[in-house]
């Protein structure tokens, strides 16, 4: 079974990290693409643009967005890719850009990932 973790992406990379999946929908600033020690940025697994935007303007919303961005991800193949790789790795990191720890994509999608 597969290990998920989540880590800003402004963290140094480590070993212990497995495989380095970028699951935001734009490149993280001030971040090279060369320096990034991403193995994949899957865009199509991050909310819409849409989603983004609105939990951006309306961050107490928490558990809204979730629910949105939950029937979002049962709506795309990119949510079957990303179980594709999790399978073919012992270690999964899935990185995020925004500054609040506990309430962003990756956090949700995490969660996603264990109850489905």
Do not use: C
């Not at 643009?49 to 967005?65: I, M, S, T, V």
């Not at 790789?85 to 990932?113: D, G, P």
């Amino acid at each position: 079974m597969s290990t998920v973790r989540i880590k800003r992406v402004y963290e140094p990379a480590e070993e212990s990290d497995g495989f380095r999946i970028l699951v935001d929908r734009l490149w993280p600033r001030g971040i090279k693409k060369e320096d990034a020690a991403i193995d994949a940025w899957l865009k199509e697994v991050a909310p819409s643009n849409e989603l983004r935007k609105w939990f951006h303007a309306e961050h107490d919303k928490w558990d809204e967005f979730v629910e949105k961005y939950e029937a979002e991800l049962k709506e795309t193949d990119a949510t079957n890719e990303l179980l594709e790789i999790i399978k073919k790795h012992k270690a999964v990191t899935l990185l995020y850009s925004s500054k609040f720890k506990e309430h962003n994509n990756a956090v949700a999608l995490q969660s996603f990932l264990k109850n489905n």
